[in-house]
């Protein structure tokens, strides 16, 4: 059966820094024998947990766990005792790695274990539980290895590769796409423990993972902008690039960054291709092994013209097996067909181009008998000079049902109202913010995300 990560059974070469966390390096051979140590003390077990700091000792627990083919769950490490309980014992880990298990990355182990079946776990990645406790979504090894394979058809990513990225490692940005694809294609792999902008200008790369947070940083420090000329790919995921910063790193860096679409329960579904057109706002075409659709609110699917919005439906090899211990939640997020509702609006155009609109519940505003996305405004009042942060919301309004609602970051040389016009001026009338509030910061979660339901 074929591997799961090639790299770590000598299918890549070898390198004494294939793999450096935070300024610590090692070769593939060193990984793979302490990943074989982490697998002798792992194996057997139902589930275990790693506590994911961005350190090697991360790398080799999630490696180990893999090789022995025991489910994993990653820990946010700075989850509260809250969060982490709720984590472990609804998973039924049985140990946590990197925290009551010392991972030491001295040991070595060369026991060969037997591929395990593609069906079988590879993780249990938990939600943000934004309506209740977070869910656990059970990823099959076969839908992580259709995720990095199509990724890599649509990149380019080969073992010729120099992965960096500085994300965090509890979540599909950085630890499937950039852990585990590292392993997979035998590219190298730094990650400098954090994503300062100077730590990706030094690194070198030919392949840079961010969130819009990350690219907007590297915008504001030009110089260490610059010295990404040399990349071959940036790759923005994880929330909407602004459109300002788009059109920055292109003048800074000289690319156009690729945007992707995905969600924990599908991994990467749609993305922009290393080969193709990129645009901002568009997140591309969807990936190998994997069909889209948009409908309307009774299920009918919408006319793909790139103009009509509606919930973004998907179906294929990346997908999750389901929600841990929640056939109810299960039940909600498929459709009769069996076609995973992603709860996003997006539109879908003739060449099979999606855009994303934003989040069903939170996204779209019913105002005056209009159904408004709130990220067109948002992109709308990012195009203004003085804003650098935006997020749109519905209120409850007595007339028009919902008012739409901007919360805004500025530099203090604009009025509400002066925004009010700006957006009228671009878009519909209908579509304008009847409500604008000047914040500090918008409140954002470890991947960038704004947190909307946050908002004042």
Known sequence: MERLLPALAGGSGDRADAVSVDGRATSWEELAGAAGAVADRVAGAPVVAVLATPSLETVAAVAGALAAGVP?????????????????RDSGAALVLGDDVPVDLRRRSWTTYPEPAAGATALILYTSGTTGPPKGAVIP???????????ADAWAWTADDHLVHGLPLFHVHGLVLGVL???????????????????????????????PTVWGRVCADEASARALRGARLLVSGSAPLATGDFARLEALTGHRPVERYGMTETLITVSARADGERRPGDVGLALAGVRTRVVDDGGAVLPADGATPGELQVTGATLFDGYLGRPDADAASRTADGWFRTGDVATLDAGGRHRIVGRASVDIVKSGGFKIGAGEVEQALLGHPAVSEA????????DLGEEVTAFVVTDGTVTPAALTDFVAGTLSVHKRPRAVHLVDELPRNAMGKVVKTALP
């Open 72 to 88: 994993l769950v990653p820990v946010p490490p700075d989850s509260g005792p809250a969060e982490r309980a709720h984590l472990l």
């Open 141 to 151: 090894r076969r839908a992580v290895a259709a995720c990095l394979d199509a990724l």
């Open 181 to 211: 694809g590292a392993l997979r294609h035998g590219s190298r792999l730094t990650h400098p423990g954090r994503p300062h902008p100077g730590r990706y200008a030094a690194a070198g790369g030919s392949l840079y993972f961010g969130v």
């Open 391 to 398: 997020a749109v919301v519905g209120r409850p309004h007595p």
